[in-house]
């Protein structure tokens, strides 16, 4: 089946440094791609929708110059978390449509320090 | 109103009952509706897609109810495995846009 990579897989950084993830669709194309962060207990939030050659679509609440998203290919996509403080550590991760269903990355989890 | 709400849980059930999951949705254009599982720490996991007419797959029953905006997951005979939290999943009016409920927790206990 299609598959979805994220990388990395956890990260951790200090506060005021900026972050990038990188969001991989591995065997198909997918010219939308989407970002969602989990906090602990909580249910994916979709941030933004990105889209190949375009800017990205973000949520209300989402900001778009802290959460910096390019897709600059068919088969990837990435988030750069700006200035990243310690209520940005969360779980993130990717989502691209497949055939038939979304296809998830595993996820990147980011703790601030 | 959310746009997608799900029981709140937690659900604890000894190994070989039956457990119903209710999942509500506020746009009435929603195009597709999926159940998904998550285990703690990793990503969701499609479990079964969701039609009007009802879908079921072993030990899971899927139904949908469009006038009602209603979605339901039934688990019987319920497995050690089957501990994860369940997410109730619906396609905004973009049918790519991707919404997920909160989620509900289900533990099995042996």
């Known amino acids: 089946g299609a598959v979805v990579s994220q990388h990395p897989s956890w990260v951790i950084c200090k506060s005021g440094t900026s972050v990038k993830i990188e969001c991989r669709s591995l065997d198909f194309q997918a010219t939308t791609m989407f970002w969602y962060r989990q906090f602990p207990k909580q249910s994916l939030m979709l941030m933004a929708t990105?889209?190949?050659?375009?800017?990205?679509?973000?949520e209300q609440g989402v900001e778009k110059d802290k959460f910096l998203i390019n897709h600059a290919s068919l088969t990837l996509s990435t988030l750069t978390v700006t200035s990243a403080h310690p209520e940005d550590s969360s779980f993130y991760i990717c989502?691209?449509?497949?055939?038939?269903?979304?296809?998830f990355g595993p996820g990147t989890r980011l703790t601030v320090t | 109103r959310k746009e997608v709400e799900q029981d709140p849980g937690p659900f604890n059930v000894p190994e070989g009952a039956t457990v119903a999951f209710n999942c509500t949705y506020s746009?009435?254009?929603?195009?597709?509706f999926f159940w998904y599982r998550q285990d703690c720490r990793k990503e969701p996991k499609l479990l079964m897609s969701?039609?009007?007419s009802g879908n079921e797959d072993g030990r899971f029953t899927a139904q949908l109810n469009r006038a009602s905006q209603y979605i339901s997951l039934l688990i019987r005979d319920s497995k050690l495995s089957d501990s994860a939290t369940y997410l109730c999943?619906?396609?905004?009016?973009?049918?790519?846009?991707?919404?997920f409920g909160p989620g509900t927790s289900l533990s099995v206990i042996p």
């Open positions: 990105s889209n190949e050659g375009s800017k990205a679509t973000y």
């Open positions: 999943v619906v396609t905004g009016t973009s049918y790519d846009k991707v919404i």
């Open positions: 969701v039609y009007s």
């Open positions: 746009n009435s254009a929603s195009q597709s």
């Open positions: 989502s691209a449509r497949g055939d038939r269903e979304q296809y």
